[in-house]
């Protein structure tokens, strides 16, 4: 009698429990969408592939930004179609001529026509931008790239959207610049200053920024690098291998075997990371100002603010994380 009572208390405990609390739930997915100049460097197709592998991240629209449109747009949908992920609409975003040089991943698009891709490809990216965000329930996080003349454009179509939206960025340069050196003129900076500054003016609930102090430090090497490599049975691995393969000669710093043992840089997985984690970083809230060589000067009184990512905790576990995630493990 006495067993049964205490079963019965505990039934008890646990049922109430469960009434307060309600059930154990997974975390809610965060609604994502990626602005991106895929197809020039090859790091945005690493970013793209770690989203995809991110089960924090829930992608709801690519949006291509600067260059040929219908080019970058066409290499996110086929890259989509190899993983299985036709379920993500594609965006073209404001259009610019674009020479081969810079189409570093077309060869891969051989006979690709994006009119045949399964999912939704909207011509007016801009529009699926602002719909997405306004009839969504939760705030919208936006992983930009790249340039941002097409988020400046959506601003002044839209004025609202930034209040509705986080912005995790790969822009700026503050300490450190390429390679270690002195503070640079960051590309993504550099090519439309003035529309990052009205980006970056915008009231976002939130502004999170990885500068060249962080992101230019990190790629893979090694074992990790060679199971990314080797994993052949992966369709989304092998895509990403491929177009990595089809890039190397088609860009002059490349070595002859320089694909073969390690990654590039892959500035743009350092803000995949920071759209839903940020404890291997440390971080500090800066006013700056853009000049419009494209620098990001830090000043006490600057028009700009920004919460920036400035030095590693652990950058190795970072990568090892990357490695890991992007073959699906733990």
């Not at 991106?36 to 690493?46: H, L």
């Not at 990885?210 to 992966?234: E, N």
């Amino acid at each position: 009698m006495h067993k049964k009572l205490s079963f019965l208390l505990l039934a008890t405990v646990l049922w109430i429990a469960t009434a307060t609390t309600g059930a154990v739930k997974t975390p809610a997915r965060i609604p994502v969408v990626f602005d991106t100049d895929i197809g020039t460097d090859i790091d945005d197709t690493w970013a793209l592939a770690q989203i995809l592998r991110s089960p924090e991240l829930d992608l709801k629209l690519v949006l291509t930004e600067t260059g040929d449109a219908k080019y970058r747009a066409a290499l996110a949908a086929k890259f989509l179609e190899a993983a299985g992920r036709t379920d993500v609409a594609v965006g073209l975003g404001v259009n610019f001529a674009m020479s081969d040089e810079h189409r570093n991943q077309l060869p891969w698009l051989k006979g690709y026509d994006l009119t045949q891709y399964p999912g939704r490809v909207h011509a007016d990216g801009i529009q699926a931008l602002i719909d997405l965000v306004m009839h969504s329930p939760e705030p919208v996080t936006i992983i930009a790239v790249g340039c941002t003349p097409t988020l400046a454009a959506a601003l002044e179509r839209e004025p609202r959207l930034a209040a509705r939206c986080r912005f995790v960025g790969m822009h700026g340069s503050f300490y450190v610049g390429y390679g270690g050196g002195a503070p640079s003129a960051e590309a993504n900076v550099k090519g439309y200053p003035a529309e990052l500054r009205r980006v970056l003016s915008a009231p976002w609930q939130d502004i999170l920024l990885t500068p060249l102090d962080t992101c230019d430090q990190v790629s893979l090497r090694g074992a990790d690098y060679h199971a990314i490599w080797s994993a052949t049975a992966d369709p989304m691995l092998r895509a990403l291998i491929e177009n990595y393969c089809l890039f190397a000669p088609r860009v002059s710093w490349m070595h002859c075997d320089f694909f073969a043992t390690r990654s590039t840089t892959l500035f743009d997985c350092v803000a995949v990371w920071l759209a839903h984690a940020e404890d291997l970083v440390e971080i500090e809230t800066l006013r700056f100002r853009i000049t419009d060589e494209g620098f990001t000067r830090p000043e006490a009184q600057g028009p700009l603010q920004a919460r920036v990512a400035l030095r590693w905790k652990d950058r190795p576990a970072f990568e090892t994380f990357l490695a890991h995630r992007l073959l699906g493990q733990p």
